[in-house]
């Protein structure tokens, strides 16, 4: 299953909300999860199940959609935000990803 | 709490291979399953197999069938990686990942390991 994000990259402001958008090349139901990753670092699980927060992560990232189009939204961007978000699906093997959106600060 | 400590870098000759280390703690080590990915420089992820640790059963993408074996010491907690027949297009950061138990499940990686460069050139 091919997984396509849009945009590749974005540039924002402080305190602005984006949304990125994560299209599945065929339906995968809400086998859909979210994930930050900064560089250098190993990625970090912020959405699973489409829109279920992962335990410790802020309230103003909210994940929504099924089938096969998919958003990520962060309400209100704040500093530590700005990083690289992938999609991943695992309705089937193998687990494939998006091929990741860049948010940078404006 | 939960960590996943891999083994240092790697460099490597082109038809080498390399086994990557990947030591837990903080949780009950045959609970959970271990994934591999590895992440070339600048791109995506991408997901290479999974261990089921408690019966050691093992599962990979097809496109390293027959090249990455995964395995397990449960009585060290440790997971290894290991890749055989190493080419140039191999050079990537590898990740051994816990899946964690969502509710509902579906599979998505909670916990990584800081990641092992391993560098395939002549």
């Known amino acids: 299953i091919q997984m396509t994000q849009s945009p590749s990259s974005l540039s924002a402001s402080i305190g602005d909300r984006v949304t990125f958008t994560c299209r599945a090349s065929?339906?995968?139901?809400?086998?859909l999860n979210w994930y930050q990753q900064k560089p250098g670092k190993a990625p970090n699980l912020l959405i699973y199940a489409t829109s279920n927060l992962q335990s410790g992560v802020p309230s103003r990232f909210i994940g929504s959609g099924s089938g096969t189009d998919f958003t990520l939204t962060i309400s209100s961007l704040q500093p530590d935000d700005f990083a690289i978000y992938y999609c991943q699906q695992t309705y089937n093997t193998p687990q494939t990803f998006g091929q990741g959106t860049k948010l940078e600060i404006k | 709490q939960v960590q996943l400590v891999q083994s240092g870098a790697e460099a490597k000759r082109p038809g080498a291979s390399v086994k990557v280390s990947c030591k837990t703690s903080?949780?009950?080590?045959?609970?959970?399953?271990i994934h591999w990915l590895r992440q070339a420089p600048g791109q995506s992820l991408e997901w290479m197999g999974w261990i089921t640790v408690d019966n050691g059963n093992t599962k990979y993408s097809q496109k390293f069938q027959g090249r990455v074996t995964i395995t397990r010491d449960t009585p060290a907690n440790t997971a290894y990686m290991e890749v055989s027949s190493l080419r140039s297009e191999d050079t990537a950061v590898y990740y051994c990942?816990?899946?964690?138990?969502?509710?509902?499940?579906?599979?998505?990686?909670?916990?990584w390991g800081q990641g092992t460069l391993v560098t395939v050139s002549s």
């Open positions: 903080g949780y009950i080590f045959t609970t959970y399953a």
């Open positions: 065929q339906s995968i139901s809400y086998y």
């Open positions: 990942v816990r899946e964690g138990k969502t509710r509902p499940a579906t599979g998505a990686l909670d916990y």
